[in-house]
């Protein structure tokens, strides 16, 4: 039983639950023992919960079996990105700079979780302060892909996402500044959102750059993203940038998905060239697909999206730079003290900063700091900010014409393990189709659309809408999954090797 | 055009407060150069006309009622404080000519 428990999606645990046929403890216990059984290798985990997972189970139990009437993800268990504090565990954003910090208080979206009566596992692993599309960076080593252990689950969120591809949790949550939200789910088969900018708070989230920073959840289905998506969405007041309007169901969107006379653009700058041949082919059936469904598909040109990334990579540095000037060694968090001259505060700054970051951090804090400089911010920011205004022009164009747009989530499948970690440029380019969401501020998803012919890997499919459009990702994506899964006879995780199960 | 220098990066290290080995700030160096010739192709993108956007949503002031929220405790504030004295977080010497001492005398 504890082995198809790990299996069942939340709604599908969701309802055994409320029906009594399952306990949270149950589900909560698979949940673990799975953990337990397969994280040795797939490291989705920094921080693993036992004991206060298994309490907060008990509990629901016993609530639900007094009778009380719970929200309908009570009882679930879901993993939480270490990006988001958490007063009863250790949050430390893949860096060691936090090693060990337990934070006096909840971010918002786990006050949600809590509020929901959800079960909390632990805290997934990322690359430090959320920068890599790798989990490479992450300051206590990488996670491995579930499809393949040698390869790496995406990043930032490569925790989350392979957590949920492992069938540790049904559910987990994520961070989406550049793409580290949906390039995981693409290379590890999962589905993943980032929430128009604004939608879900960013409190007590640790900020990497404020103005792209987008919280969102990850889950196996479009159904369970939608679930959890309907958690934590809304205002809230500690959050200035949070936006204050109501949100229609996600979970509805799905349940009601119909692409008739739904215009769908597919984006002419993000196809072909820079993109994996199987990439490109699972992408062109996928929009076949879209119209036999009953979508009418066009063309649309976005010209401004190829400096996407140029842009990001200036004005992400530099928030960044500004966000983590707090990490200083003075009111929390870790404090070295300098081996060589005066025992001053900035010298105690600068030892602490030394030995607390790690080198993509540090490159691109010096970068953020450059950017900014006098004599160089017209040149740099000042023209990043710019290409921002025109890359939303191009969305705002494209959006008068279609209801939605869709490219390849990635453009490549999952590299291996150090591919890529010593090239930053490279690197960065794993985001060239994820990018323009964030410096618009609109919403995007990966669905799962298949596997690469060259190496049967997955890949996504990106659906972007217009902001506060958020539904409309779901009524693609469910059509497409709904489609897919029956041509293939099972979801595409069903493809993944299993994984070897340490003996207890 | 960005071509940064060793020079340059060591002092941005400086104002960032990070303090850099000469072996990291060579490697940087290097990095930083082809990431700015890589990013600076947003000089050729826009025209002076084009406004700049700071953020993707239009923003306003956002102000609440001036009454006492729920706040942390002096405990939770300092609980992860690497040095704490009286309520109060302990720093070594703020002054840069100070004579050295080990922490804690």
Not at chain 1, 160 to 171: C, I, R, Y
Not at chain 1, 199 to 226: E, H
Not at chain 1, 363 to 372: F, Q
Request: one cysteine or more; aromatic letters at 6%; a negative charge.
């Amino acid at each position: 039983m504890s082995e198809d428990l790990i299996r069942l999606t939340a709604a599908e645990l969701a309802d055994h639950l409320a029906s009594g046929e399952v306990s949270s403890v149950e589900a909560t216990q698979a949940s673990l023992d799975r953990i337990h059984a397969v994280d040795g290798e797939v490291h989705a985990f920094l921080h693993v919960a036992d004991k206060a997972a298994l309490a907060t189970a008990a509990e629901v139990d016993r609530r639900r079996a007094a009778g009380e009437e719970l929200p309908s993800l009570a009882g679930v268990p879901i993993a939480v990105k270490d990006v988001m504090t958490t007063k009863d565990m250790p949050t430390t954003s893949g860096s060691k700079i936090l090693e060990g910090w337990v934070p006096p208080y909840d971010a918002t979206v786990v006050e949600h979780l809590r509020n929901h009566d959800m079960v909390l596992l632990g805290k997934t692993n990322m690359d430090e302060f959320a920068m890599g599309s790798s989990t490479e960076y992450s300051a206590y080593g990488p996670t491995h892909n579930p499809w393949d252990l040698d390869r790496i689950p995406g990043g930032s969120g490569g925790g989350s996402a392979a957590a949920v591809a492992a069938f540790e949790a049904p559910l987990a949550t994520g961070s989406d500044t550049g793409g580290s939200i949906r390039f995981p789910a693409h290379v590890t088969g999962t589905v993943g959102v980032k929430p128009t900018y604004g939608q879900v708070s960013r409190w007590g989230a640790i900020a990497l750059a404020s103005s792209l920073d987008q919280m969102g959840p990850v889950a196996r289905t479009v159904l369970d993203t939608a679930l959890l998506h309907d958690v934590i969405k809304g205002h809230d007041p500690k959050d200035s940038t949070s936006i204050n309007r109501e949100w229609p169901s996600f979970a509805d969107a799905v349940r009601q998905a119909d692409l008739s006379g739904v215009r769908v653009g597919v984006i002419r700058q993000l196809t072909g060239e820079g993109f994996q041949a199987g990439v490109r082919a699972r992408f062109n059936e996928a929009v076949t697909l879209l119209t036999k469904a009953g979508a009418d598909v066009v063309e649309v040109d976005c010209p401004h999206i190829g400096s996407a990334v140029a842009a990001y990579y200036l004005i992400l540095p530099a928030e960044a730079s500004s966000n983590l000037a707090r990490f200083d060694g003075v009111r929390y968090g870790r404090r070295v003290m300098p081996e060589t001259g005066p025992e001053t505060v900035e010298n105690m700054m600068a030892a602490t900063r030394e030995a607390g970051f790690g080198p993509e951090v540090k490159r691109r804090i010096i970068l953020g700091t450059y950017a900014l400089s006098a004599g160089y911010y017209d040149q740099f920011y000042g023209q990043a900010q710019k290409v921002r205004t025109l890359i939303q022009r191009d969305f705002d164009a494209a959006f008068s014409q279609v209801d939605v747009l869709v490219s390849p989530t990635g453009p490549t499948t999952a590299f291996k393990l150090g591919a890529k970690v010593n090239d930053p440029l490279a690197m960065y380019l794993n985001d060239v189709a994820t990018i323009p969401a964030n410096l618009a501020g609109i919403p995007g998803m990966s669905v799962p659309m298949g596997r690469a012919d060259e190496d049967g890997l997955p890949v996504g499919l990106q659906v972007l809408a217009p902001a506060m459009h958020d539904e409309r990702l779901y009524t693609v994506a469910a059509v497409v999954e709904r489609e897919l899964t029956a041509a293939w006879g099972k979801p595409l995780l069903g493809f993944a090797p299993e994984l070897k199960e340490a003996s207890k | 055009m960005s071509d940064i220098t060793r020079d340059e990066v060591a002092h941005l290290a400086e104002l960032a407060r990070i303090d850099l080995s000469d072996a990291e700030i060579s490697s940087l160096t290097d990095q930083l150069g082809q990431i700015l010739q890589a990013v600076a192709q947003v000089n050729e993108v826009a025209t002076p006309d084009v406004p700049a956007t700071s953020h993707p949503i239009p923003l306003t002031n956002v102000f609440r009622e001036d009454i006492p929220g729920e706040t942390l405790t002096t405990e939770q504030v300092f609980g992860g404080a690497p040095d704490v004295e009286e309520h109060m977080f302990r720093v070594p010497s703020i002054l840069g000519d100070a004579p050295a001492t080990k922490q804690g005398e």
